[in-house]
């Protein structure tokens, strides 16, 4: 428990922190970083390095990043603004808003929920990244995808990280008011926030200054091709913004719900209500529980409400802690900027809340939890094998066919397989302790004694008889 | 006909770089870009001021620009591989190619031909683009649902007789591929001519471009000051009729260097018959903007025939970018100059006068002035108003003098000059309209008197305005 309530001094940490992204950002390859800090009615910004490895700017206050998946939280926050218009019921089916769904499992058509579309738990794989073109139908179009998706888990079983979930959740939005997706986040949130940098179309990006992608190929870093950003996964993760703008939109969390200008968007309670956790995450990768899209972890007692985000080449992190009125976003242009934002983030938490996770001792390996858990596993386009290697297990990534032409297309080549390995920690979990992915957590789903899935990264991935 | 002597005029990189630096200078222009190539090989490349005002990008010679309307030359190309193939008939009515395809004059629905499209002599009132794509989205049906669109879309003229610039018929080719193609127009632009050509530097799509070094567009606003164009994006169905593609420099004369080549690219792979090449460069019709453009169109081109040797090209304009290309089959050469400043198509004949003639042995002329003192009989039967789908003209006599308004019919994204503009004689039927927002003047011309000797029609912008009034 942080029993000490520091007043936090943004100004008095800044130039340590410029230090640690500069020597950060140096060590890891990442080309360009914005960070962007609130503290109890102060903020403090800080920009580092340039905009592309091609075309070079430096970054500033106006450049724009791709905040990913840190988009479901404003996708979330529209729709409990729709609830208190008494447009939409959380725990109405979602045939309510879109009779047509269609899944291939018909029961879980019938009965999943807007709610389970918002915390993971809707129980289909949810990695669905076929392209539905550019139109305003982009979201009509993605429910003939959906129609394709296995359902692994009854909606509101388990949580497992689904993107397509919440490009219907867009859909429903759309189908509640008449309008497309975007038009919706700009009137609602946007615009009342007075986030005036932040976007999701590629005619506003591209006549601005923005940062591409970037990933270490073959010992150098490179930019990545295409900057993507399909329409129909826009709700999931599309908006284009600025640290400023993310702050502007943290401190919006962190209030009462009100506008700057006094204007009410959202009751307290249903700020509230998306704190509530509402699955189990299992103290994995993406925390200890999900709200209403909100990924909740605690630090050395301290509540953290997260939503990071990954895009091709661009990976971001947002954490707010409404508890001492703070919050961080680190925003990056490199694959590699996933160390960096952790690295970081873990440092600031401790360094100005004195929030510190305290480190796990991993479990001994016993015979029987080794032979229970080595073997095949599958995700929706991968594979994990598992096999003993001494006191720890090794796990190996590989992809299916489709997974690999589907990876091709997105990130334009297929990353080596690499092994990682992992040792087993309390609460049915394991943490890696190698590589790039060191300290990461998963967890274990069992069903009586014998291993059902294993979570990596968020996704489960169900053990196979093969 | 003369032969300019070409041993000793050299053209390179560095003497375009200082003529494509001064030319911007002088000019208030962010950035501009050149190439020529002469020989399959290029031989000068210029790369001069910023992408973009706001972030200071500098152009390089891998800048990815808008050439706006030189993709009607592309659309062409993919038009005449239809013909080459003996799968379209250029003097078959276009509509017997796409089920369902109307105009609003029955005449015109019946018997406008492709090739009547492909040299803007179809008469039909033309200039309807979708911007922003608001209109026909960007989907893969963008160019199906704007053709669909046309059954509202009158004449300006009958069929055959007069040229006057028409997107609209563009867009009506560029479904003509699709139709026969079964497929979109910017796969059949890729695989039908991107990549046979090797033109890996021109793209099809925005996501394409983006991360690169891409040139941005510039307009003047109201107080003069140059901004960053809002729209670069612009709407998908427009493809066909020059928003696609986008190519650097180098491409885009490598391009025109197939036509050079008789219909070869630099590899030697066939991309066009000979016989469709030479028809694209054969005259159709005759264009009254002879300075400008040449003074006759072709099939997909200008053509400047007089005097020679002949000069065949396209000119493009965006919302913030202005483009020229030309090449000259006789010399073996092409070059192109682009700019990312609105409407600088004047300045195309300064740069070739400093560096491109004497290189390539040509003449390229600048608009006529008016001779001093010139009077015109009977200015009274200009007077009137003339109109198009786009705009109306009122032309208009006050103690002696004419002048004209521009009164666009719709909101446009490009900014405007309102105030009159004086029309000084250049003939007993041309004149020049001074348009100071972008200090140029631009020829008017009045054709087709009636028994009274009042003109039914007047050409301005390389479109025909009919008489109401």
Same mark, same amino acid.
């Given at each position: 428990m942080a029993t000490d309530v520091r007043t936090i001094d943004l100004g008095a940490l800044h130039a340590e922190l410029e230090e640690r992204v500069g020597e950060a950002a140096q060590r890891l390859g990442v080309p360009g970083v914005a960070i962007g800090l609130y503290a109890g009615g102060q903020e403090d910004y800080l920009y580092h390095g340039i905009t592309s490895l091609e075309n070079p700017l430096a970054v500033d206050a106006a450049t724009l990043f791709q905040i990913g998946s840190t988009t479901k939280t404003y996708t979330a926050t529209i729709m409990m603004m729709l609830v208190e218009q008494g447009l939409v019921d959380l725990d109405a089916p979602v045939r309510t808003y879109v009779p047509e769904l269609r899944l291939k499992d018909d029961s879980a058509a019938q009965s999943v929920t807007v709610l389970q579309l918002l915390n993971h738990t809707a129980g289909w794989s949810g990695d669905l990244h076929e392209s539905t073109g550019d139109g305003d139908d982009a979201r009509e179009r993605f429910l003939a995808i959906l129609a394709k998706a296995t359902q692994n888990?009854?909606?509101?079983k388990v949580a497992s990280y689904n993107n397509a979930a919440v490009n219907l959740a867009g859909l429903v939005i759309e189908r509640v008011t008449g309008k497309t997706y975007e038009a919706v986040v700009n009137e609602m949130l946007l615009q009342p926030l007075g986030m005036a940098e932040s976007f999701f179309f590629l005619n506003d990006v591209i006549t601005r200054k923005f940062v591409v992608g970037h990933r270490k190929r073959k010992e150098q870093m490179q930019v990545t091709r295409p900057y993507a950003l399909p329409r129909a996964v826009a709700p999931a993760g599309g908006i284009i913004s600025t640290a400023a703008d993310q702050v502007r939109y943290a401190r919006f969390h962190l209030g #009462? %719900?009100?506008?700057? #200008? %006094?204007?009410?968007?959202?009751?307290d309670a249903s700020l509230q209500r998306m704190r509530q956790p509402t699955a189990s995450l299992h103290g994995a990768v993406l925390g200890d529980f999900v709200g209403i899209s909100w990924l909740m972890r605690d630090v050395g007692g301290v509540r953290v409400l997260a939503h990071g985000g990954s895009t091709n080449g661009q990976q971001s992190s947002f954490d707010i802690v409404p508890e001492r009125d703070f919050a961080v976003t680190i925003l990056t242009n490199a694959d590699e900027g996933a160390l960096l934002h952790r690295e970081l983030t873990e440092w600031i938490l401790a360094t100005y809340l004195g929030a510190v996770e305290p480190e796990v001792e991993p479990l001994p390996l016993t015979d029987e939890d080794a032979e229970a858990l080595s073997g095949r596993y599958s995700a929706v386009h991968a594979y994990v094998d598992v096999a003993r290697d001494g006191d720890a297990l090794r796990l190996v990534i590989s992809y299916t066919p489709d997974g690999e032409r589907m990876i091709r297309e997105i990130v334009g080549e297929v990353p080596e397989p690499k092994p990682i390995h992992v040792k087993l920690i309390p609460g049915d979990r394991f943490v890696v302790v190698d590589g790039d992915a060191r300290g990461m957590k998963g967890h274990i789903l069992r069903e009586g004694d014998a291993v059902r899935a294993l979570n990596v990264g968020g996704r489960l991935a169900y053990r196979t008889t093969a | 006909m003369t032969t300019a002597?070409?041993?000793?005029t050299s053209l390179d990189s560095a003497r375009a770089q200082e003529a494509l630096e001064d030319l911007i200078a002088r000019h208030d222009i962010p950035g501009a870009g050149f190439a020529a190539l002469r020989d399959g090989e290029v031989v000068a490349t210029a790369a001069a001021g910023v992408a973009n005002l706001d972030t200071g990008l500098r152009v390089t010679d891998g800048t990815i620009w808008q050439p706006g309307s030189i993709g009607k030359t592309y659309c062409t190309v993919l038009v005449m591989q239809l013909v080459d193939e003996g799968l379209?008939?250029?003097?078959?009515?276009v509509s017997g190619y796409i089920p369902g395809l109307r105009f609003a004059d029955e005449t015109a629905t019946r018997t406008v031909t492709v090739r009547q499209l492909l040299s803007h002599t179809s008469g039909i009132d033309g200039d309807r683009i979708d911007e922003t794509g608001a209109l026909f989205g960007r989907s893969d049906d963008a160019v199906q649902r704007y053709v669909a669109s046309l059954a509202d879309l009158d004449q300006i003229v009958e069929p055959g007789r007069l040229w006057s610039y028409c997107n609209a018929g563009y867009i009506v080719l560029g479904r003509l591929v699709e139709v026969i193609r079964g497929a979109t127009y910017e796969s059949v632009l890729r695989e039908k001519l991107l990549e046979p050509a090797g033109l890996g530097n021109t793209f099809c799509f925005p996501e394409e471009v983006v991360a690169r070094n891409t040139a941005v567009g510039h307009m003047p606003s109201p107080d003069g000051t140059l901004k960053v164009a809002p729209?670069?994006?612009?709407?998908?169905?427009?493809g066909p009729a020059g928003v696609v593609p986008y190519a650097s420099m180098t491409d885009l004369v490598r391009f025109a260097d197939i036509l050079v080549r008789g219909g070869i690219a630099a590899d030697g792979t066939r991309i066009l018959s000979a016989e469709s090449v030479a028809e694209m460069q054969r005259p159709h019709a005759e264009c009254p903007e002879r300075e400008l453009l040449g003074g006759h169109w072709g099939l997909g081109l200008l053509a400047k025939l007089d005097p020679g040797p002949a000069v065949y090209g396209h000119d493009g304009n965006t919302l913030g970018q202005t483009a020229a290309m030309r090449y000259v089959p006789e010399r073996n050469l092409a070059f192109a100059l682009i700019t990312n400043r609105h409407q600088t198509n004047m300045l195309f004949a300064e740069l070739c006068n400093a560096i491109v003639d004497d290189w390539a042995g040509i003449t390229t002329a600048r608009q006529r002035k008016p001779v001093e003192g010139m009077q015109v009989d009977a200015s009274e039967r200009f007077t009137g108003t003339y109109a198009n789908v786009a705009a109306e003209i009122p032309v208009a006599l006050s103690d002696g003098a004419l002048s004209m308004e521009l009164r666009p019919r719709r909101a446009l994204a490009e900014p405007l000059d309102l105030t009159p503009f004086p029309l000084r004689p250049l003939d007993d039927a041309t004149f020049l309209a001074r348009i100071d927002i972008v200090d140029d003047d631009l020829q008017v011309a009045f054709l087709e008197p009636d028994a009274g000797g009042r003109p039914r029609y007047l050409h301005f912008g390389g479109r025909l305005y009919r008489r109401t009034a």
């Open positions: 888990d009854p909606p509101g #009462d %719900g009100t506008a700057p #200008d %006094g204007s009410r968007l959202l009751s | 002597p070409l041993a000793g379209v008939d250029l003097d078959r009515p729209i670069w994006v612009m709407g998908r169905s427009g």
